[in-house]
């Protein structure tokens, strides 16, 4: 499991007693793990906190018995997985886990010294709630050096999958279009004459367009159909249009005016307001952002800078003193300059934590001070838009979707082999 996911499910579902000391009155062993003992109050907790995490995700609970099998499971491939990562010297330094626990933090909108407050209310004990920080630190490297890195995905590999999915992209099922739409009505079989004042009022309103006027008025001043939305059809797949509609179409990018065409309702024309495909999903999100940045030292805990942040933060929404003029006073970052400004952003730009943060915010918020492995932020987002993806990041795209596919699939081979060579002696239950 990802960390950012785990350290979400951890602080969110916990119980009041799931991460507390273990009682030592009562206990027995229940599995022993290449001489590692697994006790009972271990895994009662972790059935516990599995149970609430369900209730709460309003997912209807499973008998004791297979909640058992399944928790005992896993928490007997953590520990083969931690015992083969001590091995391998993989380590979980003191500032990494800090970092984890401030995120945490700020994440529930509370400063780290009140975070650990409200964990002692609870009574769960701060040292297992960061050694549960510590193991999954530890378990996520180890995944990514056994398993993520050793997956390989050709140039080849990505051109065939990209090759597929633009073939599916070319399955009217698979595009979504927004037409405007003015329609000159004809009736059944019209004269003549009918249709001969039909099409000089479509050269007349053509002629009006090439002069800078614009569709949406001239719906209103000569469209025959619904007109209350200026004309617009509303996004649908192309395959719930008339195929008429779409010929005339296709080709068009956004913004594009199609030739009249005409049916048995009379002389349309059509205007492509907003196109999207489904299967190529050709665009990206965008967000321009700003941050002020303290990078902790000898002199400046991350602690302290967090303190610092939040105070400085009030101050910014208290309007005392603006975001960029305090990012040119105190941020330690090259930004500091333009007023912490980042430009536009792409997804991956930015260290996963910085990212995930950015992400939950709303335009114009200013988050909680966020710790990452640059120091400690304030991030305030500005404006969020979607950019075509360019042919190098559609190449991208699908070799990140490759990897993670074979990421899957290689993480249970793998975790089973780990598990395979371990000494797993299960005990009877008392």
Same mark, same amino acid.
């Given at each position: 499991?990802?960390?950012? !996911?785990?350290?979400?499910?951890?602080?969110?579902?916990? /119980?009041?007693?799931?991460?507390?000391?273990?009682?030592?009155?009562?206990?027995?062993? !229940?599995?022993?793990?290449? /001489?590692?003992?697994?006790t009972?109050?271990e $895994?009662?907790?972790?059935?516990?906190?599995?149970?609430?995490?369900?209730?709460?995700?309003?997912?209807?609970?499973?008998?004791e018995?297979?909640?058992?099998?399944?928790?005992?499971?896993?928490?007997?491939?953590?520990?083969?997985?931690?015992?083969?990562?001590?091995?391998?010297? *993989?380590?979980?330094?003191?500032?990494?886990?800090?970092?984890?626990?401030?995120? *945490?933090?700020?994440?529930?909108?509370?400063?780290?010294?009140?975070?650990?407050?409200?964990?002692?209310k609870?009574?769960?004990?701060? +040292?297992?709630?960061?050694?549960?920080l510590?193991?999954?630190?530890? $378990?996520s490297?180890?995944?990514?050096?056994?398993?993520?890195?050793?997956?390989?995905v050709?140039?080849?590999?990505?051109? +065939?999958? =990209?090759?597929?999915?633009?073939?599916?992209?070319?399955?009217?099922?698979?595009?979504? @279009?927004?037409?405007?739409?003015?329609?000159?009505?004809?009736?059944?079989?019209?004269?003549?004459?009918a249709?001969a004042?039909?099409?000089?009022?479509?050269?007349?309103?053509?002629?009006?367009?090439?002069?800078?006027?614009?569709?949406?008025a $001239?719906?209103?001043?000569?469209s025959?159909?619904?007109?209350?939305?200026?004309?617009?059809l509303?996004?649908? &797949? /192309?395959?719930?249009?008339?195929?008429?509609?779409?010929?005339?179409?296709?080709?068009?990018?956004?913004?594009?005016? /199609?030739?009249?065409?005409?049916?048995?309702?009379?002389?349309?024309?059509?205007?492509v =307001?907003?196109r999207?495909?489904?299967?190529?999903?050709?665009?990206?999100?965008?967000?321009?952002?700003?941050?002020?940045l303290?990078?902790?030292?000898?002199?400046?805990?991350? @602690?302290?800078?967090?303190?610092?942040?939040?105070?400085?933060?009030?101050?910014?929404?208290?309007?005392?003193?603006?975001?960029?003029?305090?990012?040119?006073?105190?941020?330690?970052?090259?930004? +500091?300059?333009?007023?912490?400004?980042?430009?536009?952003?792409?997804?991956?730009?930015?260290?996963?934590?910085?990212?995930?943060?950015?992400?939950?915010?709303?335009?114009?918020?200013?988050?909680?001070?966020?710790?990452?492995?640059?120091?400690?932020?304030?991030?305030? !987002?500005?404006?969020? &838009?979607?950019?075509?993806?360019?042919?190098?990041?559609?190449?991208?795209?699908?070799?990140?979707?490759?990897?993670? &596919?074979?990421?899957?699939?290689?993480?249970? *081979?793998w975790?089973?082999?780990?598990?395979?060579?371990?000494?797993?002696?299960?005990?009877?239950?008392?």
């Open positions: 499991m990802k960390l950012t !996911v785990w350290i979400f499910v951890l602080f969110a579902f916990v /119980s009041p007693c799931s991460l507390a000391q273990n009682a030592s009155g009562g206990d027995y062993i !229940v599995a022993l793990i290449n /001489s590692e003992p697994l009972n109050a $895994l009662q907790q972790q059935m516990q906190q599995v149970a609430e995490q369900r209730a709460q995700q309003g997912m209807a609970p499973v008998p018995a297979q909640l058992r099998a399944a928790v005992i499971q896993r928490m007997v491939n953590d520990r083969t997985q931690l015992q083969l990562a001590r091995e391998m010297g *993989i380590r979980a330094d003191s500032v990494s886990v800090d970092q984890a626990e401030t995120n *945490i933090a700020a994440q529930n909108q509370t400063d780290i010294l009140q975070f650990r407050q409200s964990l002692e609870r009574g769960i004990s701060v +040292a297992a709630f960061r050694q549960q510590r193991d999954q630190i530890v $378990l490297r180890l995944h990514e050096r056994e398993v993520e890195a050793k997956i390989k050709s140039d080849a590999e990505v051109e +065939a999958a =990209l090759e597929v999915r633009i073939a599916a992209a070319a399955d009217p099922a698979n595009q979504e @279009v927004n037409l405007g739409h003015l329609l000159l009505a004809l009736p059944d079989n019209p004269s003549a004459d249709l004042k039909a099409q000089a009022l479509a050269q007349t309103i053509s002629d009006r367009l090439k002069k800078g006027d614009s569709f949406e $001239l719906v209103k001043e000569f025959s159909a619904e007109r209350s939305k200026s004309g617009q509303g996004m649908r &797949r /192309s395959d719930r249009y008339p195929p008429l509609f779409i010929q005339a179409t296709q080709a068009l990018p956004e913004g594009g005016v /199609s030739a009249w065409v005409r049916s048995d309702a009379g002389l349309h024309l059509l205007r =307001l907003e999207r495909n489904l299967a190529m999903a050709d665009k990206i999100p965008q967000t321009r952002a700003r941050h002020i303290l990078r902790p030292d000898a002199v400046l805990s991350p @602690v302290q800078a967090q303190a610092r942040l939040a105070e400085l933060r009030g101050r910014i929404l208290g309007g005392k003193v603006t975001f960029e003029a305090a990012a040119r006073d105190v941020s330690q970052d090259g930004s +500091a300059a333009d007023g912490g400004e980042l430009g536009w952003a792409s997804p991956g730009m930015f260290v996963p934590e910085f990212e995930d943060a950015m992400n939950r915010l709303a335009p114009g918020e200013i988050s909680a001070p966020l710790a990452s492995r640059f120091g400690v932020h304030l991030i305030q !987002v500005l404006e969020r &838009r979607s950019t075509d993806m360019t042919p190098a990041q559609l190449r991208e795209r699908e070799r990140d979707a490759l990897r993670g &596919r074979r990421y899957d699939e290689n993480f249970v *081979i975790e089973r082999d780990v598990r395979d060579k371990a000494f797993v002696e299960m005990r009877e239950a008392r």
